[in-house]
């Protein structure tokens, strides 16, 4: 089946430092893929997606690119900033030609913390 | 504000009970997901609504059931509790169900199974 293989944490940063999360995948159709981040006490909110290969999805400064010959999402941020501490998860969801559930597979998400 | 609503935030309950958790999703969405958060299982898709009916089932067991009912509103009904269901169960919605739509999560209710 599906499964997310996510760089595991936690992951400490000094604020302006440059960030790297490593996110595998497996599939057996061609997934749409996402980052989902959730803020303590506060549900999941998507991050940025990416449906295609080569597709790269970016939101507030933070980047990922769809590498199906690697099968992996890395995301990535130039310069995090004390108020992206935080969980992040890395999630597929199988695309529109494969015929199955659209539910979301999760990693098993990372914790960052940036520290001023 | 995702426009997903959960209630309640909060349940403590004890073992061998019954509770029942309900999710409004975003105007306008017509599939409804339900998911579980814990330590040691991650975030696991449980069940998928899609307009009244049962789409997908993921690792749900059968002590656990759901609706969704005709004003899209959703229930996730949790039986014969263990302490192991103890956990935060989140509830999402989207436009259709299609896996290229977002998924929109509400706030989550957390379950602390005594």
């Known amino acids: 089946g599906d499964s997310v293989t996510q760089m595991e944490g936690p992951v400490t940063l000094s604020e302006e430092a440059f960030l790297t999360i490593n996110c595998t995948y497996t599939?057996?159709?061609?997934?749409?893929l996402f980052w989902y981040v959730q803020y303590p006490g506060e549900g999941l909110q998507l991050l940025l997606k990416a449906t295609k290969a080569d597709d790269k999805g970016s939101n507030k400064g933070f980047e990922a690119t769809y590498r199906k010959e690697t099968t992996s999402f890395h995301l990535e941020k130039g310069s995090v900033q004390v108020s992206d501490s935080a969980v992040y998860f890395c999630?597929?969801?199988?695309?529109?030609?494969?015929?199955?559930?659209?539910?979301?597979?999760f990693g098993s998400g990372t914790q960052l913390t940036v520290l001023p | 504000d995702s426009g997903v609503t959960q209630t309640p935030k909060h349940l403590i309950t004890a073992t061998g009970q019954r509770v029942t958790l309900r999710c409004s999703p975003r105007s306008g969405d017509l599939s409804v997901y339900w998911y579980q958060q814990s330590l040691d299982q991650g975030l696991q898709f449980l069940i998928q609504?899609?307009?009244?009916?049962?789409?997908a089932k993921g690792n749900i067991l059968e002590r656990f059931s759901a609706q969704q009912f005709p004003d899209l509103h959703s229930e996730l009904n949790l039986s014969s509790l263990e302490l192991g269901d103890s956990a935060l169960y989140f509830c999402a919605s989207s436009v259709a169900a299609g896996g290229i739509y977002e998924q929109y999560f509400g706030p989550g209710t957390r379950l602390t199974v005594t």
């Open positions: 999630a597929l969801s199988e695309g529109i030609s494969s015929g199955s559930a659209r539910q979301l597979t």
């Open positions: 599939a057996t159709g061609y997934p749409s």
């Open positions: 609504y899609y307009n009244g009916e049962e789409r």
